[in-house]
């Protein structure tokens, strides 16, 4: 397993500001883990699709943030939390240009392809964790092209 | 400790140039202020009391344009077309175009340039800030 690197940092999504706050706080610790300024560039964007989604169709939750290291690699797993409505139709849900709402439904499956591992826990009436996993090389997971 | 402090998100300007309208965007954009800059920019095109003939944003300063931000822009551009003003989205960072094409954004319908002042002559307009060439009017 990869072992935290550090403690695990909780941040509420509630609001428009802390959609804000939420970026700015991933993008300081992809900075601090040595992301590229590309990768970083693609996760805080992928992170704000999540936290979107959270606070719009899950209600508001929170996202938990934990830095990682596998060998000489740090990493950065987000889990995006939230006790809304769920997805019933996941692969819908994944599909480019699906929404259920106003949006362009490019969020859900934007994000996927922004880093190298995106998993969806949902169950209906109960709630979505979106967990992210990036690495800062683009090493030891490698994105599996899942299209 | 939470962001909730900073809830009053602050307003965009829009700044007149002739019949030109630019707007500088500047590192965190609040949903809500690019949504009230959607409404400001159409509003300041139909009323204007000079026509307005061109949008220019400029988005050198942001470091991410998400599917939010994004849609907002195209919105901005279609309803300024209507409005029979053209946009250009000037200066995006190199990273944030990898990015959108990579989210499946591309933005169909929008004018770009590099920078501001080719976004002003893709409009047929003289360079934001010219050098003072004549300073005895200026001063
Ligand atoms: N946390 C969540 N809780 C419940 N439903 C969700 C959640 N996240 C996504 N969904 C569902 O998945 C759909 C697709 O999400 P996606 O982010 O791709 O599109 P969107 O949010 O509708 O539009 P946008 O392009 O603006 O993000 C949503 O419309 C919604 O029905
Ligand atoms: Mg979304």
């Known amino acids: 397993m990869h072992a935290p690197l550090a403690p695990t940092t909780h941040l509420p999504i509630g609001s428009d500001a802390d959609l804000a706050w939420v970026r700015q706080q991933v993008r300081k610790t992809a900075t601090d883990l040595g992301f590229g300024l590309i990768q970083q560039t693609k996760l805080v964007t992928a992170t704000s699709e999540l936290a979107r989604n959270t606070l719009v169709h899950g209600g508001g939750g929170h996202v938990e943030v934990t830095p990682l290291r596998a060998g000489h690699v740090c990493g950065l797993r987000l889990s995006f939390v939230d006790a809304g409505p769920g997805i019933r139709d996941l692969d819908l849900a994944m599909t480019d240009g699906y929404t259920s709402g106003g949006g362009l439904g490019l969020g859900l499956s934007g994000a996927k392809r922004l880093v190298q591992?995106?998993?969806?826990?949902?169950?209906?009436g109960r709630g979505t964790t979106v967990t992210v996993t990036d690495w800062a090389?683009?090493?030891?997971?490698?994105?599996?092209?899942?299209? | 400790m939470t962001a909730s402090s900073a809830t009053h998100a602050n307003a965009v300007p829009v700044l007149a140039l002739g019949d030109i309208l630019l707007i500088t965007l500047q590192g965190e954009l609040h949903d809500t202020s690019a949504e009230q800059l959607q409404y400001d920019i159409s509003h300041r095109i139909a009323h204007s009391p000079l026509p307005v003939n061109g949008?220019?944003?400029?988005?050198?300063?942001?470091d991410i344009v998400d599917s939010f931000l994004g849609r907002i822009l195209a919105e901005i551009a279609a309803t300024a077309r209507l409005l029979a003003a053209q946009t250009v989205l000037a200066g995006m960072r190199p990273a944030v175009a990898i990015t959108l094409v990579e989210l499946g954004?591309?933005?169909p319908g929008l004018d770009t340039a590099l920078n501001v002042d080719r976004a002003l002559a893709l409009l047929g307009r003289a360079p934001a800030a010219p050098p003072p060439t004549r300073p005895e009017e200026g001063a």
Do not use: F, K, Q, Y
């Open chain 2, 55 to 62: 949008v220019v944003i400029d988005i050198s300063g942001v």
């Open chain 1, 137 to 147: 090389s683009g090493l030891p997971a490698p994105r599996t092209g899942t299209r």
């Open chain 1, 117 to 124: 591992e995106l998993i969806v826990d949902s169950c209906p």
């Open chain 2, 105 to 107: 954004l591309t933005l």
